[in-house]
């Protein structure tokens, strides 16, 4: 039997199949200030998404503070390139300075996070639980979740985005 075909095939779907994996391969560190590296160092050290209003005092953490100092001083070039950091939080919470700030290829970024599937800790009042980052992203542009401030995508786009990870799943199977 001739595998060549084969081979060839598969090697030409591989990208096809990649597109859908989280991106997070394409973080270049270089890109980042000393200063925000710093941050972002935090961040990751602790590894979790907290909203501005947690446990029973509603009391902003050190690590929603940290968020906050990330999206004031984070150029927008910064926040897109640290939408694909290694690190999950830093990711959710880059994705949230970029809703904050409304940026207009939003839509792009998050369809092509369609498959982040990396576990996170999220936290907001009183309840958290580890959720998959690309939930967490869905959560800060529908409208009237996480942060109204932010901008949000249409019912049309977050239905396109639903589609897209189902698609994705069926092709893992």
């Known amino acids: 039997m001739n595998t060549k075909?084969?081979?060839?095939?598969?090697l030409f779907?591989?990208?096809i199949f990649l597109s859908g994996q989280s991106p997070t391969s394409a973080y270049?560190?270089?890109?980042i200030s000393k200063t925000i590296r710093q941050i972002v160092k935090d961040i990751a050290k602790k590894n979790e998404i907290h909203g501005d209003a947690v446990?029973?005092?509603a009391a902003k953490t050190p690590q929603y503070r940290r968020f906050v100092e990330l999206h004031i001083k984070a150029s927008l070039e910064e926040l897109i390139e640290l939408v694909e950091h290694p690190n999950p939080a830093v990711r959710g919470y880059a994705f949230w300075g970029l809703a904050?700030?409304?940026y207009e290829k939003l839509e792009v970024i998050i369809m092509s996070h369609a498959a982040d599937e990396q576990l996170v800790y999220q936290i907001e009042g009183c309840k958290g639980s580890k959720i998959p980052v690309i939930d967490f992203m869905c959560w800060v542009?529908?409208?009237e979740m996480i942060d109204w401030d932010c901008k949000k995508i249409d019912k049309a786009a977050l239905d396109r985005l639903q589609e897209r990870r189902e698609l994705i799943k069926k092709s893992r199977e």
């Open 13 to 15: 779907s591989l990208p």
């Open 100 to 102: 904050k700030r409304h």
């Open 28 to 31: 270049d560190p270089q890109k």
């Open 5 to 10: 075909p084969l081979l060839t095939l598969a």
């Open 55 to 57: 446990w029973i005092v």
């Open 141 to 143: 542009v529908t409208p």
